[in-house]
């Protein structure tokens, strides 16, 4: 036997005892295993989802509305596009307004004098505190809210729905009733995350969003009158 015949013949003995053991064998049949019996796992209950309306009618819900927002395939929905947000004003900032923000249109803050921009907030309910809208664009500062106010207290019994006064940097005109909490609005304007139509800087609120609004319809009325601090308000009350 030559060396080739040789190696061939320890190849055919090594392969033929693996084709033994792995080739041709027959599978073991299944056997069931019995159901497990020991102690149920203990998960988590299963999550509630808010039973929540995102619209009324036409117009977004606050709940609606934050939703899109943090929403990755409607938080585009609002560029570029008006949109329509209803709810109830729950929270104004008018007793921020510093002493030297507070007087008739016509005459400047000083130069030391920090204001921040009128805003006001909504929710869904008057008792919410957490889920609200921030609201901006309605007045340009506290001097056009004093003017506008101080029309409306002057004007005769019957007549302050008449009073009507444009923002003399925005050129808009002032909302009458001012808003103030426990209205509820139909807001129309532009929502996001940011609001920049203040001329000192611009605010952003990437959680709820802001609405710059533009236009603003009462679904409900105040039954008070807004004020700032100091001001001496004859007719407190909405009739």
């Not at 027959?26 to 056997?31: D, G, R, S, T, V």
């Not at 509630?48 to 943090?70: C, I, M, N, Q, S």
């Not at 004093?146 to 009507?164: F, L, P």
């Not at 709820?208 to 008070?224: A, D, F, L, R, S």
Request: aromatic share 8%; net charge positive.
């Amino acid at each position: 036997m030559n060396l080739r015949t040789a190696a061939a013949a320890v190849v055919v003995a090594v392969a033929v005892p693996l084709c033994w053991t792995g080739c041709g064998q027959a599978e073991k049949p299944y056997q069931a295993k019995p159901a497990y019996s020991g102690k149920r796992p203990s998960l988590p209950a299963v999550p509630t989802l808010p039973d929540k309306a995102k619209k009324e009618g036409d117009a977004f819900t606050v709940y609606g509305a934050t939703h899109d927002l943090r929403s990755r395939v409607h938080a585009d929905d609002f560029r570029d596009k008006q949109t329509t947000i209803q709810g109830y004003i729950v929270k104004t900032n008018y007793a921020d307004a510093p002493p030297c923000s507070i007087h008739k249109t016509g005459k400047g803050d000083p130069p030391d004098c920090k204001a921040p921009v009128p805003t006001f907030w909504i929710a869904d309910d008057l008792g919410e505190k957490d889920e609200i809208i921030q609201v901006m664009g309605f007045a340009s500062n506290y001097a056009q809210l004093y003017t506008i106010m101080q029309a409306i207290d002057e004007a005769a019994k019957g007549e302050e729905d008449k009073v009507k006064l444009n923002d003399e940097f925005w050129g808009m005109e002032l909302p009458n009733p001012v808003p103030e909490v426990g209205a509820k609005v139909k807001l129309t304007g532009a929502y996001g995350v940011t609001f920049t139509k203040a001329t000192k800087g611009a605010a952003a609120n990437p959680k709820h969003g802001i609405m710059t609004v533009e236009k603003i319809e009462y679904v409900e009325k105040p039954k008070q009158r807004a004020s700032l601090p100091g001001m001496k308000i004859k007719k407190p009350t909405i009739e």
